[in-house]
């Protein structure tokens, strides 16, 4: 199992306790979805529709490359990757 | 007879040294390649100067040659308005090492009086020089540059938390025109971030607020006021003729309006967006020559459902944090501007202030993208549902 990084943007660290990193093992996006599914109540629904489908406001990059051009959930994570979930931000004032 | 006098020997060495040609013999070899430097001052080529000239300056000319000449075996002409400076400048010249330099006899003054071709360049006041001088010490700013930042029209898109910062930066680099968009009035809460604004102007329209700002920063650029909320009936005729839209908006409804009508009407769009500690930039600009990058509907496709979306009680901000993110993006306007430097077009800046880092993120365009994709047919403006923006209970 690869060992990867999880960063957790601001409006969701409410449910992983306030951290904006999580450490967690896994070989595909898909199956970090699923770990942070069973850890962490409310959390997935904010990322994943019913269907289990990436919500459109949503994008998950695997070392700062989007999964949507890189094999979407099923893009294997090597050792020491880094997976962030970038929301839409509509703040500026 | 008396002597020759110091400065009549060192011009008769230089005589010796450096080919003099005649004017239409310099328009011939710069229509063949050669470079022409005029090394006269500012006020002189005010009045005219032959069209492609390189007008480096006397002053600054041994400092600036090389970047605009790296080719030391490029023939070089050198003229002033007399024939005599353009001797002293020559020599220099060739001790940096260019092989093949030449003096205009005569200088600009014959070639005038000749009926060469001259032009008037556009160049800056006394006063601009002043002002700008720290641009202009800079190659990559420049007079041209700056004449450039003088001829843009920059629209943002709110001024508050991100608007405020851009504005007043913007407005002393010099932009020559800057439209404001807001429809809110100063509150007391704004001022923890929004400093175009001032405790003295509570209660007064964001936008006058702000123009008194950057016209006591700048009072040479104009700033034009618009006070209204955008909607899908209004968006197209405010952003026509801009040429950067900075987006510092507070709401997914207008940043979708803003997206749409960029993309429409191929303007870059200088994306900033912040959520208490967090923020993100990128320039969603399609029509970018250089690189095929994403509009935000790429990214984005569509906004989240108010449920969805962070509550407006948790939509807090560190007061820093707009000024942080409303700097860079206005770095990239200034970059757009200017064409220089590599701008945000498929890339997006994430910083996260608490643990002080900032990613970068790639973002390709959608092949599939209603809006930006290839041959599209605009699919028209969407009015989403404004929640959590300035008008209710917002930031």
Redesign the interface.
């Known amino acids: 199992m690869s060992k990867v990084t999880v ?1 957790i ?3 969701l660290r409410s449910f992983v306790g306030g951290a ?1 990193e999580v450490g967690l093992e896994a070989e595909t996006v898909g199956r970090v979805i699923s770990v942070l599914a069973d850890r962490h109540r409310g959390l997935i629904e ?1 990322i994943c529709d019913a269907e289990g489908r990436i ?3 949503v ?1 998950l ?1 695997v070392d ?3 999964i ?2 890189s094999g979407g959930l099923d893009t294997p994570l090597a050792d020491g990757a880094v997976v ?1 979930i ?8 | 007879m008396s002597e020759p006098s110091a400065k009549d020997r060192r011009l008769a060495e230089l005589r010796a040294r450096i080919p003099e040609i005649e004017p239409a013999e310099a328009l011939k070899l710069q229509a063949s390649g050669a470079a022409l430097i005029d090394v006269r001052e500012a006020d002189e080529i005010a009045q005219g100067s032959p069209p492609g000239a390189l007008r480096l300056g006397r002053g600054f000319l041994e400092l600036r040659v090389e970047e605009a000449v790296p080719d030391k075996g490029r023939t070089v002409v050198v003229t002033c308005a007399g024939g005599v400076r353009s001797l002293f400048a020559a020599e220099s010249l060739a001790s940096l090492g260019y092989r093949d330099v030449r003096s205009i006899r005569g200088g600009f003054n014959k070639w005038k009086n000749g009926g060469l071709p001259i032009e008037v360049p556009r160049t800056l006041t006394a006063q601009e020089r002043e002002r700008y001088a720290r641009h202009l010490l800079m190659p990559e700013v420049g007079e041209k540059g700056q004449l450039k930042l003088l001829d843009a029209r920059v629209l943002l898109v ?1 001024a ?4 405020s910062p851009v504005a007043l930066y913007l407005a002393a680099a010099g932009v020559g025109t800057i439209g404001l968009i807001d429809f809110d009035v100063v509150d007391r809460s ?1 001022l923890q971030r ?1 400093i175009v604004h001032t405790d003295d102007r509570v209660g007064t329209p964001k936008v006058e607020s702000a123009r008194k700002a950057l016209l006591g920063l700048n009072p040479a650029i104009k700033v034009v006021a618009h006070e209204v909320r955008l909607d899908s009936t209004n968006v197209e005729s405010i952003f026509d003729g801009y040429h950067v839209v900075v ?6 409804a207008t ?1 979708y309006l803003v997206n749409d009508a960029c993309v429409k009407l191929r303007i870059p769009n200088v994306h ?9 930039v990128s320039v969603f600009w399609p029509a970018y020559a250089k690189r095929r990058g994403p509009c935000y509907r790429c ?6 459902p108010p449920e ?3 509550s407006c009680a ?2 807090g ?1 560190l007061g820093v944090l ?1 000024g942080v993110v409303g700097l860079l993006e206005a770095v990239e306007t200034v970059k757009v501007i200017l064409g220089i430097g590599d701008p945000l077009v498929g890339r ?1 800046l ?1 910083y ?1 202030a ?2 002080a880092r900032i ?6 365009a ?1 092949p599939e993208c209603r809006y930006c994709r290839e041959g599209a047919v605009f699919p028209g403006y969407v009015d989403y549902d404004v929640f ?1 923006s ?1 008008a209710g209970q ?2």
């Open positions: 960063r943007p601001t409006a904006d904010r919500r459109p406001f994008n990059f700062g490359k989007n949507k051009t962030s970038v929301p839409a931000v509509a703040g500026g004032r | 709110g508050g938390g991100l608007g704004n929004q987006d510092g908006s507070d709401n997914f940043r900033g967006s912040i959520f208490r500690f967090e923020g993100q990214v984005y496709p569509e906004p989240p969805l979306a962070p948790e939509a901000v707009p997006l994430h996260d608490l643990p990613s970068e993120l790639t973002l390709d959608d959590c300035s917002g930031p």
